[in-house]
């Protein structure tokens, strides 16, 4: 990773890096939003992306390169044909260069769900560089695309990569030749899984200048809530990617702003009538997913795919079925692929010479308790689940009984937190009242003590009150696991109600 020698902020709330020369030169470097659509190349009927109709399908994700099922280090176009045989059996060259000649850009992108990604079975570090260079140089690519899925997450090969790609774009620097990589990785609402980020994490330390990860907003399963749309679990999905990203740069000590982060953040959602029947990303969805890219300053959108971007004939009739050829949704004259695409008007190549660079990070903002709605957190109190704090201009809230806990600590996965970020403390607020009792109202919990159901006391300076006979269970308990303690925390319209006089 080239960090620059001179620490410098970026100048726009667009992901504007500024690159800095050894010689501390400061040039702007000014990355632009784009669209590319992921297009199955060897699907029947073939897809015609080198005749776009419009500008939106002008920038085309090729899709996948992988393993040859003879040979894993020898690519393939799906696992059907080399790229020899793929320019003559799909004369794949020549509707690249027509692509081309009409103002478009290619982009090859690697794995995918089906078939081995390169580094899965290539094992020789030699030979799967060589691979992948003969992709970059067949195509005369500036931007590449790993989309990693399964077991390419999974089977060790993740170092393996990293560290073949670090040689290619070490290799294109020296030659001063642009090589901008992305990572299309899954994504669950609370951000990337664990394997995700280890492999963020690893192509950072092989000293890959990441152009950015994208994250893959579809088939979330079980993680989805029911009632969330598709829109507002992308939304949850690429603000919790955004916050890993953050501490993923700083962990190899790159700080970045937030809106450079958000500019190495991309989008990919299924269209349509996802794998995952009850999920179906309308055309609403997009023009919601477009505006939100627009107004956070994502880098690029995507989509899967160009060939399924029309509604389905009439002689498809399971709707709840996944099409490879049509969205499984009423487009009308739309597509989705205009949509996505209408504010990012960007290319991929016209962004890949941008570096990444350390930037100056505004200090942590300083906590005014006459300015918050809630009590400024404090590492010696106790705080049991719904209490809400404020820390650093942020208002968040307890998940379980914490003491001590950072509400912003830097954990990758936000069930290592027992905090939620509810949001900014607004302009104008004041601090809420919060009614407490004083020492002494009931008395002390004793370990050894018995106590009958209704019985109150106080622990921690906190009122409880006994659900039923108890000795030995600690009031401590009772936020973690609510249902199996005997103690319940009173609210704060029952201690209002004791310090008004209303309740013994």
């Not at 192509?203 to 989805?224: I, P």
């Not at 055309?283 to 989509?303: C, N, P, Q, V, W």
């Not at 709707?319 to 991929?348: H, I, K, W, Y």
Request: charged share 20%; glycine share 8%.
């Amino acid at each position: 990773m080239a960090i620059a020698i001179t620490v410098v902020a970026a100048v726009t709330t667009g992901g504007v890096y500024l690159a800095t020369s050894a010689a501390s030169e400061v040039s702007e470097v000014t990355a632009s939003p784009w669209f590319a659509g992921y297009a199955d190349l060897t699907l029947t009927p073939a897809y015609a992306f080198e005749a776009p109709t419009d500008d939106s399908g002008k920038n085309v994700m090729m899709s996948f390169i992988v393993a040859d099922p003879s040979d894993g280090c020898t690519p393939s176009w799906g696992a059907a044909y080399t790229m020899d045989e793929a320019n003559g059996a799909l004369d794949l060259d020549r509707r690249i260069a027509r692509l081309e000649q009409g103002g478009g850009e290619a982009v090859v992108s690697f794995g995918g769900q089906a078939n081995d990604e390169l580094a899965s079975v290539c094992t020789n570090a030699a030979d799967l560089e060589a691979a992948y260079a003969s992709v970059i140089e067949r195509y005369s690519l500036t931007t590449i695309d790993l989309d990693l899925e399964g077991e390419a997450l999974d089977n060790g090969s993740t170092e393996r990569r990293a560290e073949a790609v670090a040689a290619l774009q070490a290799d294109a620097t020296a030659d001063k030749r642009d090589l901008a990589v992305w990572l299309t990785l899954p994504v669950g609402p609370q951000g990337l899984a664990k394997n995700g980020t280890d492999t963020v994490a690893a192509f950072l330390d092989a000293g890959v200048d990441l152009a950015g990860v994208n994250v893959m907003t579809m088939d979330y399963g079980d993680a989805k809530d029911p009632d969330a749309t598709m829109l507002e679990t992308a939304v949850d999905a690429l603000t919790a990617t955004h916050r890993q990203l953050g501490i993923l740069y700083d962990q190899a000590d790159i700080s970045l702003t937030d809106a450079t982060l958000w500019s190495k953040l991309g989008a990919t959602p299924m269209i349509g009538q996802n794998d995952v029947r009850g999920e179906i990303f309308t055309l609403d969805d997009a023009t919601g997913l477009s505006a939100f890219a627009h107004e956070k300053g994502l880098g690029r959108l995507s989509m899967w795919s160009l060939n399924r971007d029309t509604t389905c004939g009439s002689s498809y009739t399971d709707l709840s079925r996944v099409s490879n050829l049509c969205s499984g949704v009423d487009q009308g004259d739309v597509t989705f692929a205009e949509t996505l695409g209408a504010l990012m008007t960007g290319s991929p190549n016209s962004n890949s010479g941008t570096t990444t660079t350390a930037e100056a990070v505004p200090p942590d903002a300083v906590d005014d308790p006459a300015t918050s709605p809630y009590e400024i957190w404090d590492k010696s109190r106790t705080y049991l689940a719904g209490t809400k704090v404020v820390w650093h201009r942020n208002v968040y809230e307890a998940k379980w009984w914490t003491k001590g806990d950072l509400p912003d600590d830097a954990v990758l996965d936000e069930f290592e937190t027992p905090w939620t970020l509810i949001g900014p403390v607004l302009p104008g607020e004041t601090p809420i009242p919060i009614p407490t009792l004083p020492a002494g109202t009931y008395p002390e919990w004793l370990g050894t003590a018995i106590y009958e159901a209704g019985d109150r006391i106080q622990f921690n300076g906190i009122p409880f009150e006994a659900k039923w006979w108890t000795q030995g269970d600690s009031p401590e308990a009772s936020s973690n696991d609510p249902d199996s303690s005997p103690w319940v925390a009173l609210t704060s319209a029952e201690i209002q109600a004791i310090l008004d006089g209303n309740v013994e």
